[in-house]
């Protein structure tokens, strides 16, 4: 089991940034292709970022692509999302996700994950 734990959300103004982290439980936290997804009120849940178990490969939706960055530090189970330029657009319920450890492959659809957090709200609003 893995349990994943979001924070940093919260209210900005577009232009503004954030960063969300995600903790992960759990000693392979290494071994899990990892990734960000985001709800917003009425639509369904859509794909944001992935990032390969080292860190060495990562994926973008192409509405955040050149804005956001998604990154994790394995020695301390934590995945990040900087968030810069943000727009109204980008208002949502932002959720961690995390794959079994047998897949190595990046994942862009959400019914490739096993595991999920939370969520954290991010609205962007002037």
């Known amino acids: 089991q893995v349990r994943l734990v979001e924070s940093g959300g919260g209210l900005v103004q577009p232009g503004d940034s954030l960063r969300l982290s995600c903790a992960a439980s759990?000693?392979?936290?290494?071994?899990?292709?990892m990734g960000w997804f985001r709800q917003a009120p009425g639509k369904e849940r859509e794909f944001v970022a992935t990032?390969?178990?080292?860190?060495?490969?990562?994926e973008y939706a192409d509405s955040v692509k050149g804005r956001f960055t998604i990154s994790r530090d394995n020695a301390k189970n934590t995945m990040y999302l900087q968030m810069n330029s943000l727009k109204p657009e980008d208002t949502a319920v932002y959720y961690c996700?995390?794959?079994?450890?047998?897949?190595?492959?990046?994942?862009?659809?959400?019914?490739?994950?096993?595991?999920w957090g939370q969520g954290t709200q991010v609205t962007v609003s002037s």
């Open positions: 996700a995390a794959r079994e450890t047998v897949f190595f492959t990046l994942g862009l659809t959400s019914r490739l994950y096993a595991y």
């Open positions: 759990g000693r392979d936290f290494g071994s899990r292709i």
């Open positions: 990032i390969s178990r080292g860190g060495g490969s990562t």
